[in-house]
């Protein structure tokens, strides 16, 4: 579950309870999400809902996308699967091909029409650092055992907030993954699609051991992305 200032996002996991229990590997979650949903809407809470793309609810996302529109609310999928912090590779074998991945987030083609809108206004600017996100500029996260991090998926860099002040955390520790700049050799340094692939060091420290080098699958993500919304700069 997300909140943002405008709406509260809720993750659906399957739109059957043998999927979404299986998924979350707790009985009667789908039922309780459901309720809760149906719960919230009914104080009139802007609700939205989004699904992670896995290998297990794959089947199901048609049927995800109709729950959403019965409730009339908008809907999500990310197909990015990481690590845990604790260093479990085995939720990789989860991951759905990128292409698989890809011909789902483009399936409906009001996605398609608004991502290309979106690239028309927005271009990111060219840069060389590490972390050009939001990530220790406008967004932190604190953990409840009260460690201040640039955000949830980063986790190399933390402050404990029991011990010293807020000020002091962010401006002597979180802020200082502004200063740091891609390596030399990395192949995001001049690639221009990093709003295209999921570009995040922290997944790819998660995943490889390191922020300088990108994950494979996220790589190929953007470039399939890239050539759904501009078919004309890929030979299409």
């Known amino acids: 579950m997300s909140l943002f200032a405008d709406h509260l996002e809720i993750t659906l996991y399957g739109a059957s309870a043998a999927t979404h229990d299986r998924v979350t590997g707790v009985q009667g979650s789908y039922e309780r999400c459901r309720q809760g949903i149906e719960m919230l809407l009914s104080t009139g809470v802007n609700v939205a809902l989004k699904s992670v793309l896995l290998s297990l609810n794959e089947h199901e996302f048609s049927a995800m996308e109709k729950i959403a529109q019965d409730y ?30 890809v011909a789902r987030e483009f399936a409906n083609p009001e996605v398609l029409k608004e ?48 011990s010293g002040s807020f000020q002091q955390g962010w401006n002597e520790t979180i802020a200082s993954i502004k200063k740091m700049k891609l390596s030399a050799d990395s192949k995001c340094r001049d690639c221009g699609q990093k709003m295209l692939c999921g570009y995040c060091p922290g997944f790819f420290e998660m995943e490889n051991g390191t922020e300088q080098v990108q994950s494979p699958y996220v790589c190929a993500l953007g470039k399939l992305r890239s050539a759904m919304i501009n078919p004309e700069l890929c030979g299409g």
């Open 72 to 101: 009339g609310v908008e809907f999500r999928l990310d197909a990015a699967l990481f690590p845990s912090f604790a260093g479990d590779r085995s939720i990789l074998d989860l991951r759905v091909s990128p292409e698989r991945a």
């Open 115 to 162: 991502s290309r809108e979106f690239l028309k206004r927005f271009r990111p600017s060219e840069t060389d650092s590490l972390y050009p996100c939001s990530a220790g500029t406008t967004v932190f996260h604190v953990d409840p055992y009260g460690y201040l991090f640039p955000c949830l998926m980063v986790r190399k860099y933390s402050y404990p907030l029991l």
